[in-house]
């Protein structure tokens, strides 16, 4: 195996870029006390101006709570050093929970000779640490947590982030403030306990990704009755980029919103790439193992091995994985069904698996090792991602007859994870037309049993090239409303080229939007009360909130600029699209005093009239408003 | 009235920036020959390279028909001289119909006042032209012809732009090659004739906006059986603009996919700008005549009356707008509805009116005088817009009783319109979270019988002011495929401030996208023509075919180039997200020949066994694929 860039170490100087370490403008971390001294959950709350009234008088506006995904990195009281990773949250948790041990040497052979080798020493992530793996026998899966009915410190700190913190009574309120959704079959209550976070995850329906491995984590659920989560895809390839811009990338998505990041590096080093990234994230990673066990047979996919795949499970799994999408769906007898296709198997791992079946005219080792796999995932908590290896790669290959005979295979895999109790979602496509999208989503509830769906996209056009994070952003929404749980981000440089930070960034811009119109839509506890805080605030010109507010502060706040550049155009009652005489939010404020006072007059009025009348007069004219 | 910029001359070299003029890549201009010698359909294709067969031979792709709003711009054979205008294409079919004439003066007091005045010789355009109105007592709407039967020659013309061109013959094996769509109720034939164009239009479920003074356009349709239209915003602001930009706005808007252009200046000299606008635009041209009547009675919306807004319809309509929005369906009774909302009235046309009723204690003078502003469109052909000014202007107020009793009223108008045979569409929302969509659509098709509806978005969240192209692109989607007629697009500045050439490519490239999405949602023939022949580009890896293809090619080709800018890369059979090793494209035709190879040798085995078990032999073993 020819590696090229061994000897280009690291820079000394390795760190985060001050941009993604910025706290966003004007926002707090506030941390609310869970049930325990040590669940403290993270939240970041905009810090909001008030509101002048006409008479002058100032009413303040509360703070506005948003879910965060940034982690410490946002947080001015701590201090970032990327060569020590991040404070391990959740360790305590695991310890306490005695079904795991402390390995003396990483179980994965790839793993030993890789640590023996002193030409990788400066590009290797420089804290020792021994991995962890469930006691022998034992299943340390939040699966098998919830199934015994324990609610776990996870599903505590879940259920007080998809409620942002707020208290039931506080959430009563706000819910009232906001449309009533159309759910469309979810069951979404008012008001996330932790008992309902453990009786989804016991019923199958949501997961939380959290490798024992991975104690650096934020906890976070992925399920049809929660928020819409978004996954951003990093990674370097053979033809271009670096450790250092896979760590960078990593905090940049997550500061844009990433609440996963799948780490898809298919060049040099991944191994090591791999854990800067892990102990660097404050959100899930996952990974497809497939990619780095074809690196080690020379890029070959008829010499891939259930033993090499193996070994590359176990070496990923412990360095903290938190997800494995797995392309045990396809299976051999799936593969003519492509033949006719416009754009054949299009996925990656699909179409490995598709060469090393038809090479050895064999089922995927994927699919009878279905069981071998669950073994190794529970024993540190592993979540399945079933992959889609055979989705459509083209609105003409949408919904054919190859993409649902593997999605009903990867329902009968995610009936055997449960029965493992392995916790498992599943993944979807791909390129599909608005009108055929709810059929992905039925089909999927229906044989995945409502395990969590996973989508890319789906684009909804092929004509776009160089804007397919909206072509495929309009799918997203569509089925993030539907029911999918997590949606996987598509950036502009999709089908073109690798993205750069500023291309992780609009990908990430096109899927926060699609994920909350779909939380919207859905009619989540509380997902409206930004909107009607922006709202508020632009309705009073309060420039400035709006930008703290945005998605994108910096952008709103660039945008405005261009314009209307001066501090006291921030505070001015119009904008620069109408300019001072024509706003219509200031004439229609005028309205509505106007109609305030005409109210007062007409009451006045007919309150008059009506004395009048009943003195006997005649001379009555109805006064209408 | 001041005006402040009197004095500043349009540069001598007006002209529209070489950017706006180059063809576009690989494409032609096909003309094709209509009924008569006059009736030449432009249409654009898109030259492919041909496929290299495995066997070395090379197979042609025929090239592919796209629907182009671009008119003479990007034609290589004419020279745009934009102080001349453009060729008025429909000048014959106009005065053979001999109910109009050509009148000595402009009817309009402000036109003649306007005109009269040396100092703004430097701002006007230098063609002399005199205005076009019906003979006393005649229609020459569109509407009046197709409801007389009466095929007009811009029916027949946007027949075959509807269809690109293509031949009965031909849609029929296009259509084959196509998801059948849903289209939820809209009745969208295979073929679009002349005979269904007319009926459509005779039935007010579609418009051709067409005034007689705006001879200049290629004729286009609107309506819910007809291809998704995008409509741009452009025009200067108090604030900001000129005159050569604005020109040069609508010119780069039709080149990115306009199909109408809406001028809403506001500021100076708005007059003039039309007038430079109208007689260089191969598209509509909307406007709002309520802005140029504020600006008239200096901004005092009390100070508004029928008088001085009639002229201002006469003023616009001589110089050729196609379409007017007109606030006349909020009443003085809907006011108080709004009272209560989080963001009032944000429609700057309602806020102006809700002003002048409140301040007059009337109802809205367009309400009243609606029927003498038919007499006006007829006269001209120009259509209504009737104007959504309760449109919600935030997700809180979406789809409340003011929005809604206005809707009403639109439909009560449309009625009255169409009994005058006036051309009518009506307008629509604003902010909607997308599971209210849907009852928006349901609702304008009951109220208004189906007249077609024309929205703003509608923006599907509030929270990402910067991204509001791609917050509303959604709704427009969605909307597109319910069955909205035309999509008003929403730029990255919405919210924030002016846009600029850049803002306005990217709002049309979102909108673009969304009425494509709509189209193959539902199922509109040939629609799909364009993301197969993009799709078979991409598996077969050619490059340069997709970057053409592509809504944007420029972008499409730039981003490739950032990673891979050899032109070498350009035939590569990878790409830079895979590299060489791992390309899923590449694989999957090496398993396409392997299945087939595979076919092959289980035919022959089978036959082999078929014969060896009509020997009599019981060792036959069954092959599996």
């Given at each position: 195996m020819a590696k090229q860039s061994f000897a280009e170490p690291l820079s000394e100087s390795l760190q985060v870029s001050e941009l993604s370490l910025q706290p966003y403008p004007a926002s707090e971390k506030v941390f609310i006390q869970g049930s325990r001294p040590d669940l403290k959950v993270a939240q970041r709350q905009i810090?909001?101006?008030?509101?002048?009234?006409a008479d002058g008088r100032q009413e303040n506006n509360p703070p506005v709570r948003v879910y965060d995904t940034s982690g410490p990195y946002t947080d001015p009281d701590v201090v970032i050093d990327v060569k020590q990773g991040l404070q391990p949250l959740r360790s305590g948790w695991i310890e306490e929970r005695s079904d795991s041990e402390i390995l003396k040497h990483f179980s994965s052979a790839?793993?030993?000779?890789?640590?023996?080798?002193?030409?990788?020493?400066?590009?290797?992530?420089?804290?020792?640490?021994?991995?962890r793996r469930a006691l022998p026998g034992r299943n340390v899966s939040q699966l098998w947590y919830a199934r015994q009915g324990i609610i776990t410190p996870e599903m505590e700190y879940v259920a007080w982030r998809e409620n942002l913190g707020l208290s039931?009574?506080?959430?009563?309120?706000?819910?009232?403030?906001?449309?009533?959704?159309?759910?469309?079959?979810?069951n979404i209550p008012n008001f996330i306990?932790?008992?309902?976070?453990?009786?989804?995850?016991?019923?199958?329906?949501?997961?939380?990704?959290?490798?024992?491995n991975h104690p650096e984590t934020e906890p976070m659920i992925i399920g049809r009755n929660f928020r819409t989560k978004v996954n951003a895809n990093i990674g370097n390839s053979a033809v271009t980029s670096s450790i250092e811009e896979e760590v960078e990338k990593m905090v940049w998505a997550t500061r844009w919103g990433a609440d996963t990041v799948m780490d898809l590096s298919t060049g040099d080093n991944i191994h090591e790439t791999r854990e800067w990234i892990i102990r660097n994230s404050p959100v899930p990673i996952g990974t497809v193992p497939l990619y780095q066990a074809l690196e080690k047979c020379g890029g070959v996919a008829e010499d891939l091995s259930w033993e090499l795949y193996r070994d590359t499970l176990i070496e990923q799994a412990e360095q903290g994985v938190d997800y494995f999408t797995i392309h045990a769906g396809l299976r051999l007898a799936h593969i003519p069904l492509t033949a006719d296709r416009v754009t054949g198997i299009v996925s990656r791992g699909g179409s490995i698996m598709a060469k090393w079946c038809l090479a050895h005219h064999q089922e995927n080792f994927l699919y009878t090792h279905f069981e071998d796999i669950c073994d190794i995932m529970k024993a540190y908590d592993v979540c399945f991602s079933l992959g889609d290896g055979l989705r459509p790669g083209s609105i003409a290959d949408a919904n054919d007859a190859a993409q649902f005979a593997e999605l009903k295979t990867l329902g009968e895999l995610t009936k055997i994870a449960w029965a493992h109790d392995v916790q498992t979602f599943v993944e979807g496509p791909g390129h599909v037309p608005m009108h055929m999208i709810r059929e992905n989503m039925e089909l999927q509830l229906e044989h995945c049993q409502e395990a969590p769906f996973y989508t890319l996209g789906p684009l909804t056009t092929d004509i776009a090239p160089g804007y397919d994070h909206f072509t495929s952003g309009i799918g997203a929404a569509l089925i993030g409303w539907y029911g999918c749980a997590m949606l996987c981000y598509v950036t502009p440089k999709e089908h073109l080229g690798l993205p750069d930070k500023d291309d992780v960034k609009q990908g990430l811009m096109a899927y926060r939007i699609a994920a909350h119109a779909a939380d919207l839509a859905k009619g989540f506890p509380a997902a409206q009360l930004h909107d009607n805080a922006m709202s508020k605030a632009r309705f009073e010109f309060r420039w400035n909130d709006q930008f703290n507010l945005a998605l994108d502060p910096d952008t709103a706040r660039q945008y405005h600029d261009e314009t209307l550049p001066k501090e006291g155009h921030k505070v001015a009652h119009f904008c620069s699209m109408c300019g001072p005489k024509f706003c219509s939010m200031k004439i229609s404020r005028e309205v509505q005093e106007y109609a305030a006072q005409q109210t007062a007059t007409d009451?006045?009025?007919?309150?008059?009239?009506?004395?009048?009348?009943?003195?006997?007069?005649?001379?009555?004219?109805?006064?209408?408003?």
């Open positions: 810090l909001l101006s008030p509101t002048r009234l790839y793993t030993r000779v890789r640590d023996a080798n002193i030409t990788l020493e400066s590009l290797r992530f420089n804290l020792q640490r021994s991995p039931e009574q506080q959430m009563a309120s706000v819910v009232k403030q906001q449309h009533r959704g159309d759910a469309l079959g979810a306990t932790p008992e309902f976070v453990r009786s989804e995850i016991a019923r199958g329906r949501a997961v939380i990704p959290a490798n024992i009451q006045a009025m007919q309150q008059k009239a009506e004395e009048f009348r009943q003195q006997g007069s005649e001379i009555y004219h109805e006064v209408s408003v």
